[in-house]
């Protein structure tokens, strides 16, 4: 069992949809969880970070995490064609674990 | 990507060849990571550093070999190239336990 598990997708939304992306972890200590986004051809770029339990929001952005159930959620509102990318969870700290990724397309 | 540069960024070697990847940062962030991104497998951890000199393995380290005698620079050689090899290759800042600044990778194919 990987011990961050992602579903690869792809996903594909019409513009304006609320998207919502999913992340399973195994290891309990984990207390730091992050989104990253990549674009094709390019590095992941850190999105959004929570530590511990609990909601964060960043505009269009929200990431929840729910440490009893060991679930990571990345929900987009409004979604548009820019937000088209992987869309990588990750967690663990310092050595960072990473998901295999999701690909999203928003279509205009 | 500002403070973190990776070269070359495309190379392609032959099977059992010594292979040098390059990142250099100006964010001087302590620690410097070197990862892999192949298809269904995401982001690989190969070797990870913590300081100038200060260096440890990571979840595919086979093969690969890590400097680091400047904050700024980290270098991953693979030692003996294999068409395993064959990947895209990230390295990664962070001044803190989260939050990586990755570069733009290497594209290395291995023929």
């Known amino acids: 069992q990987k011990e961050v598990e992602q579903d690869p997708g792809p996903l594909s939304v019409p513009e304006g949809a609320i998207v919502s992306l999913n992340c399973t972890y195994s290891?309990?200590?984990?207390?730091?969880f992050m989104w990253y986004r990549q674009y094709s051809r390019k590095g992941p770029e850190l999105l959004m970070y929570?530590?511990?339990?609990g909601n964060k929001e960043d505009g269009r952005f929200t990431a929840q995490v729910d440490k009893s159930s060991k679930y990571i959620s990345l929900f987009i509102r409004d979604s548009q064609p820019s937000d088209s990318a992987t869309y990588l969870c990750?967690?663990?700290?310092?050595?960072?674990?990473f998901g295999a990724g999701t690909r999203l397309f928003v279509k205009a | 990507d500002a403070g973190i540069t990776q070269s070359p960024r495309h190379k392609v070697t032959e099977t059992g060849t010594p292979v040098t990847l390059r990142c250099h940062q100006t964010e001087n962030h302590r620690y410097m990571y070197w990862y892999r991104q192949d298809p269904g497998h995401g982001l690989r951890l190969i070797h990870y550093s913590y300081g100038v000199k200060d260096t440890d393995k990571g979840e595919v380290s086979d093969g690969y070999s890590v400097s680091r005698s400047k904050t700024e620079d980290f270098l991953l050689t693979l030692e003996s190239a294999t068409s395993s090899q064959t990947s895209v290759y990230f390295c990664?800042?962070?001044?803190?336990?989260?939050?990586?600044?990755f570069g733009s990778g290497t594209r290395l194919t291995v023929v």
């Open positions: 990750a967690t663990g700290g310092f050595k960072t674990i």
């Open positions: 929570t530590y511990s339990s």
């Open positions: 290891n309990s200590a984990f207390q730091y």
């Open positions: 990664a800042i962070s001044e803190g336990e989260y939050g990586y600044t």
